[in-house]
């Protein structure tokens, strides 16, 4: 098959995809313009991330197409429905950085229980405060994760090693991890002195943590989120924050994203007033971005399309 890069990916994708027979296209450059005139008509493969939005428009542009290769877990860029109604398989992987975005979001909750960053920006200021840096321990918290998928069990087993209590409300088709409790959304929002959020970006999800949901918790938790920014309104989370409905926010994805996932649109209200708030810990959509899942993603999509379209010889 002719596969059509769109994106750039880890080149053991393409490796092991011409491997097996297949011819592997750089299409970096090309737009969406030119691919509805018709550029990639013998696409029957492409490979893709964020840039772009393959809708039933694009679609109808590639006759031949046969695969949809998604890099990362998320699939809102892709008309799923569209693509299957028209015999493209889609593929993504979420398996490839379950390991990075779950340490990422260790890592993000150990800091805001021990105001790693406070303090570190303490002690370059020449500072030596001890008791002002007092941490939380996180063992034996309960921490209720909102979406047990590839991320969200590989956080809850790394939280289970910690000595917590872990509770997960999906909706869906939680993975099964022993030691976990799956309970009702509002058991978990009622008990949890964590919530972290492993959800699709839907149009069921986006916008699902507003003024309401927040006032829905009990126990003024730590807030997390690592999986996609509209989930969240950051200014209600301002919000939750400074009136004390929240104890901390760790937020690795913004409302504030472009599509792409590459920049801000804009520094909201919200964003400016969590950017001066030392209870809120921000980071740029790197949760599952590592030197190793770079490398995980294209493997893991590879395995995937060659299962399906084996060796061609």
Same mark, same amino acid.
């Given at each position: ?145 909102? %979406? ?5 069990? *590989?956080? +809850?087993?790394? @939280?289970? !090693? ?5 509770? /997960?409300? #999906? ?57 996609? %920014? ?5 200014? *209600?989370? +301002?919000?939750? @924050?400074? !009136? ?5 926010? /760790?937020? #690795? ?61």
């Amino acid at each position: 098959m002719v596969v059509h890069f769109l994106e750039t990916v880890h080149p053991v994708l393409a490796e092991r995809l011409t491997a097996a027979g297949h011819t592997c296209v750089e299409s970096y450059g090309v737009s969406r313009a030119e691919i509805l005139a018709g550029a990639l008509t013998e696409a029957e493969g492409l490979v893709v991330r964020s840039r772009f939005m393959v809708d039933a428009e694009l679609l109808a542009a590639l006759p031949a197409l046969r695969f949809i290769a998604r890099s990362g877990s998320g699939l809102e860029n892709i008309d799923v429905a569209a693509a299957e109604a028209r015999g493209v398989a889609v593929f993504n992987s979420p398996e490839g950085n379950r390991v990075a975005v779950a340490e990422h979001a260790m890592g993000m909750l150990l800091a805001l229980l021990h105001k790693l960053a406070v303090a570190d920006a303490s002690v370059r200021r020449g500072e030596w405060l001890r008791e002002q840096h007092r941490g939380l321990e996180l063992a034996g918290r309960t921490v209720g994760i909102i %979406g047990l998928g590839q991320t969200g069990s *590989a956080f +809850a087993q790394r @939280l289970l !090693a910690f000595e917590c209590r872990v509770l /997960a409300y #999906d909706k869906y088709s939680p993975l099964p991890v022993p030691g976990v409790e799956l309970v009702d959304e509002a058991t978990l929002l009622g008990a949890s002195d964590v919530v972290s959020l492993h959800l699709p970006l839907t149009d069921e999800t986006d916008g699902l943590v507003n003024d309401a949901w927040l006032n829905r918790l009990s126990r003024n938790p730590i807030l997390l989120n690592t999986s996609r %920014g509209p989930i969240v309104s950051t200014a *209600a989370v +301002a919000r939750a @924050l400074s !009136a004390g409905r929240l104890s901390g926010v /760790a937020l #690795d994805v913004l409302e504030e994203e472009g599509r792409d996932l590459l920049a801000l649109t804009n520094r909201s209200e919200g964003l400016t007033a969590l950017a001066a708030d030392p209870r809120a810990l921000l980071t740029p959509h790197v949760a599952g971005w590592t030197v190793e899942s770079y490398v995980k993603l294209s493997n893991v999509l590879a395995d995937k399309v060659l299962n399906q379209f084996p060796l061609t010889f």
